[in-house]
C-alpha cells in the first residue's frame, strides 16, 4: 500500500467509527429523552393522584390542633378507620413517585453515558489529528505521540476513585441510613 492508500485507509477507518460513536450517542439521547418524559409524567401523576386523595376524602375533615400539634380530632368517624383508609393511597402514591424515581434515575446515567462517548469521540479525532500530522508533515515523533497518548474518559488505576463512584457510594449510604432509620421507627413501635 502507498501512502495514500493508507491515508485513505485511515480517514475510511476514522469515519465508520466517529458515525458509530455518534449514532450511540444519539440513540441515548432519545432513550434519555424517553426515561425524562416517562418519569414527569409518572412524577405528575402521583402528585395529582395525592391532591385527589388529599380533596376528596369522604366527607371526613381530619383536623390537627396548631397549638401542640399532637392533638387530633376527626368528624364524622374515628381516627384510626379515617387512617386505615388513607394507608392504602399514600402507599400508592408512594409507589408511583419511587416508579417517576426510577425513571428520573435512569435519564440521569443516560446523560452520564452520552458524556462519556462524546468524549470517546474527541479522543478519536485527536487520535485521528495525530495521524494525520505524522503522515503529512515532518513533525517530531515526540508531539505525535502526545496526540495519540489524549484519553478523555479516565483509566483508573487501583485504589483510584472518579467523581461518579464517590456520587453513587454517597447515594447508597444515604439510602441505607434512610432505610435503616424507617426501620429502626418501625421496630420501636
Do not use: W
Not at 95 to 120: C, G, P, T
Amino acid at each position: 500500500m502507498t501512502d495514500n492508500e493508507n491515508k485513505k485507509a485511515c480517514y475510511v477507518l476514522f469515519h465508520q467509527l466517529r458515525r458509530r460513536l455518534v449514532d450511540e450517542v444519539s440513540s441515548l439521547s432519545r432513550r434519555a429523552n424517553l426515561n425524562l418524559i416517562i418519569g414527569i409524567i409518572t412524577s405528575i401523576t402521583g402528585i395529582v393522584l395525592l391532591s385527589v386523595f388529599a380533596v376528596s376524602n369522604g366527607g371526613h375533615v381530619l383536623m390537627i390542633s396548631a397549638a401542640d400539634n399532637s392533638s387530633v380530632s376527626v368528624q364524622g368517624n374515628e381516627a384510626l378507620p379515617l387512617l386505615l383508609g388513607y394507608l392504602p393511597k399514600l402507599s400508592l402514591v408512594l409507589l408511583i413517585e419511587l416508579f417517576a424515581f426510577f425513571f428520573l434515575k435512569l435519564y440521569r446515567y443516560s446523560l452520564m453515558e452520552v458524556k462519556y462517548f462524546q468524549n470517546e469521540i474527541t479522543s478519536c479525532e485527536i487520535k485521528m489529528m495525530g495521524l494525520v500530522a505524522s503522515i503529512d508533515s515532518e513533525l517530531k515523533a515526540s508531539v505525535v505521540d502526545h496526540f495519540i497518548a489524549v484519553e478523555r474518559n479516565f483509566i483508573l488505576k487501583k485504589d483510584e476513585r472518579t467523581i461518579d463512584l464517590a456520587r453513587e457510594e454517597i447515594e447508597a449510604s444515604t439510602v441505607k441510613n434512610f432505610v435503616d432509620k424507617i426501620a429502626s421507627l418501625k421496630a420501636s413501635k
